[in-house]
Every structure is written in structure tokens, then in C-alpha cells.
């Protein structure tokens, strides 16, 4: 079974409005950490967001939020107020076991956004 | 801060011919990742090293590929022959001891391998 699951190959938006990029996960490790990527088409890995298992409250960075539901595995993202400058590929990510020692994030297929004007 | 710094940034070779990607992680970052990115794959990790020790190798595709740690500050990934099916997107990213803030897994830019 697939760890990470994104679900959406492609989305569109248009220009200000908001989007959500659904993220769904596998694991039976109580302790998790959940982390959103953005790789624009210029190819590089940019952090967005962290959402640990055991946090009371969903996570926030500016017009990015993700919408945690613990008792559904998901994890989806919200940007709200679209820019151009948003379309890219988003990847979900998730390391599991974070009191031990392991550091391997595994990494959904990726949804491809594009934002329209 | 430099950031994670890979190299080369793009690198085609020929089919049996040896391949050297470098990354140089973030100082103080004692954990090092390499993940490879195909279409068909997505991104997957290939193996890591903790204090330059390899810690686990489990997605190294196979024996054409080795990657070493020599010091703290520079890790390769070696394919050797190369084949077309290693080409990919190369990442190196690297994370800072203890339990990872948000901002601990750093990846560098890439390198673009194309092997004809």
C-alpha cells in the first residue's frame, strides 16, 4: 500500500482565488511528521509547510494551511489567494517514528497546480 | 547560508561510462539524503548517511550505484557503468541533528542526469 496518496494529478485555479491539494497517508506509527513541497518548473525542493502528528493545531505559513485531520490520514493543503507564481508541482511528504532515528520522508506522487489570470 | 550545493547542475554521459554526483550539505547538518526523481517514480530516497556513517542504503537501486561520505561536508553518488534508465533528477538534501523542525530537510537544486 502506497504511504503517501495524492490523489490529484492536476489542478487549475484561477488567479486569487483559493485551492486545496488533497494529501492522504498510511502509517500505524503514532508519531509522524507531515511536510508539503513545492517544486516549481525550474526544479527545486521548496518547504511550504510541517504538520506534526501530536500538534493541536493545524499548521500555518502565511497564505498556506493544511487542513489535518488525523482520523481520516489526511492532510491537505490550503493556499489561499492564488498567485501566478503558485503553479508548480506540489508534493506531500511524511516521516514516520519521529522519537527514533529514522529520517526518511516518503513522498506522494505530486500534484501539478496551475494558476490561471 | 549557502544552502545544500550539488554538482553538476546538469550532466549527460554515455551509456557505460562513469557518472560522479557531488553534494556539499548544509554545516552542522549531520544527516544527509540522496533521492532520485523519475516520472515513473516519483521521488525516492536512495540512501542516507547520519555523521557520515550510511545508515540506510535499502533504495539503492543496485550494484551500479555507491554513494560515500568521506567528511562532514561533501558526499557522492557514484553510478558505474551508467545506464539510460538512471537517467533522473538527483537531489541532495541534508537535515540538522534532533528532532527536524519544518526547515530541516534542505534540498539542494538538482542535478539532471541524461545518460544516451
Redesign the interface.
Known sequence: AQKITQTQPGMFVQEKEAVTLDCTYDTSDPSY?L?W?KQPSS???I?L??QGSYDQQNATEGRYSLNFQKARKSANLVISASQLGDSAMY?C?M?EG?GG?N????????TLLTVNP | DAGVIQSPRHEVTEMGQEVTLRCKPISGHD?L?WYRQTMMR????LI?F?NNVP??DSGMPEDRFSAKMPNASFSTLKIQPSEPRDSA?Y?C?S?PPG?????G??????T?LTVV
Do not use: H
Open positions: 511528521g511536510f513541497y526544479g527545486e525542493m518547504f509547510i510541517y508534493f511528504a516521516r519521529l532515528s529520517y526518511k520522508l516518503t513522498f506522494g506522487k505530486g | 544527516y539524503f516519483g521521488l525516492e530516497l542516507y547520519n545508515i540506510d533528477v537531489f538534501a537535515s528532532q527536524p523542525p519544518p526547515y530537510y534542505t534540498f539542494g537544486s538538482g539532471r
